[in-house]
């Protein structure tokens, strides 16, 4: 308990507010590299997983590739491209390793969204003389976006938790609370940082949950709803037979 | 219905409770500590998991046993928070340590720097059932390093020539070299230098070296035996002022073995110089041996066998 105390007291000094290791100072490049990696992982991955969802076509390639390339230890493949690309080019380094972890989320949101939409929908929008390209934008993607939308949160919450390695190329971000205390055990200075890393995985997953709220078409949140009474309905005598 | 099923899983649960009981004894006693550590007669010698310090623990390792000694070796036991607790409670006998390093860790606030006052602040440090043997000229400590080109045009070979150097100087380092006394801050108090600082968190190794040979920093904090500063030709910084803390290679050993294993130890520390704990290092970076092999051919070479 005194530990957290520390840590809270750490937290809140007003030292923290001055100097180029305050903490505004490290919660922008921390956001800052969370924020720009995400553009660049659902810049490429968005088209790609549209792609994928609309034609059905090569999905199995593509998971196989981005799931290998996540499955790299962040860390490693840090230390290599650093070494192969120069300290001189870090943020590309960090954003590369960002990008990596976060599309095989992005991608998966994309391509499931627009696979998650009913088959009759699609083939309706045809029927009524939509071109291929008016299928995709105006009954696909408005669909698929919730699921999307939960593609890039959990990208988002992946590469917010990974930036804490940027400071291991001296990118600064939270995590160089993390390393600088470790060496010198000073835990009141760790646990700081691990909470403002929380608290920005916190803030952020809060931002999309309601971006997602807010990109689910009505009708669909419509329907959803009603689907769940009559399922929650159906569900009650069912149970009643088993007592 | 739910009685049956639950029956097997009672059994288990009993089965795993009584094994617990076993292994934990009478519940007072550290299930994985060796029953009574030092009865045997065998010295444990430990290392860190860092590959010199295993070659240094090697070495006494290969003399002790010469000596008739059992031994029993546990390397790469993580850094100090992981084995100063065995050393403490006699479950490690005998360790290589670093002075400087050893003294800040006991003694945070610690402002000794040169070898032999870190070396008798360290005595008092250690607690009463750890002894350091005499330590080695051997040094493996934070050093200052820029390249040969960046030497020869600004014409520095020391920390005080840093002051006249008309650019910028960038150091990186490890993250918390921001906060150690040798750090920015004692490159300004004891030689006047301003430097900008990049946090790089290899502890030296190959981020850093290569950012110091592509000039990404002007100068970096590489170990003084790393067998690439003279490979890449750095040029290490003299530290007329003495603000890096000696880290002169010392055995830390159990008091009650103290006496019994000094001569021993004390031998190999005499011929451990820095020169030799560098070539030692070589031998493992470049010809990839292991320590053992290594430390076999060192000591034979320096009479300390058989």
Known sequence: MNLFVDALAWLFSLDRLIGGNSIPQRVLEHAGYTVLSLIVSAVIAIPVGFAIGHFRRGREVTVALSGAARALPSLGLLTVLALMLGLGAAPAVAVIVFVVLGTPSVLAGAYSGIESVDPATVKAARAMGMTEWQVLWKVEVPLGLPLLVGGLRSAALQIVATATLAAYIGLGGLGSYIFTAIPLRQYDVMLGGAILIMVLAIVIDALFAGLGRLVTPRGVRHRRRESERSLALSARPARGTTL | ?306
């Open chain 2, 1 to 306: 219905m739910s009685r049956i099923p639950n029956r097997p899983r009672l059994a288990l649960g009993a089965a795993a409770l009584a094994a617990a009981l076993t292994l934990t004894g009478c519940g007072a006693t550290d299930p994985l500590a060796p029953a009574d550590p030092g009865a045997t007669g065998t010295i444990v010698v430990g290392s860190q998991a860092y590959y010199s310090n295993e070659i240094v623990a090697e070495l006494y390792a290969q003399v002790l046993e010469d000596a008739g000694y059992d031994v029993e070796r546990r390397y790469q036991i993580g850094q100090r928070d992981a084995y100063i607790p065995a050393l403490e409670s006699g479950e490690v006998d005998v360790f290589p340590e670093y002075t400087g390093n050893l003294l800040q860790f006991l003694e945070p606030g610690t402002t000794s720097t040169d070898a032999a006052s870190v070396y008798s602040e360290l005595i008092d440090a250690l607690p009463d059932n750890l002894v350091p043997l005499a330590y080695a000229a051997a040094q493996d400590a934070d050093s200052y390093n820029i390249t040969l080109e960046f030497s020869n045009q600004y014409g520095v070979t020391s920390l005080a020539d840093l002051a006249g150097v008309p650019v910028p100087i960038i150091v990186g380092g490890n993250p918390e070299l921001a906060e150690r006394p040798y750090g920015p801050k004692g490159l300004l108090e004891y030689y006047g230098v301003e430097v900008e600082f990049v946090a790089i968190g290899d502890s030296g190794g190959p981020l850093t070296k290569q950012a110091i040979s592509d000039g990404t920093i002007t100068m970096g904090d590489v170990y003084s035996a790393d067998p690439d500063i003279a490979t890449s030709d750095f040029v290490t910084l003299d530290d007329p002022e003495g603000m890096f803390l000696a880290q002169n290679l010392v055995p830390i050993v159990s008091a009650d073995l103290a006496d019994d294993i000094r001569a021993l130890l004390d031998a190999v520390s005499e011929k451990l110089t820095t020169d030799e704990l560098v070539s030692l290092n070589l031998r493992s970076t470049s010809e990839q041996l292991s320590s053992a092999a290594i430390a076999t051919a060192w000591l034979t070479a320096m009479g300390l066998l058989g």
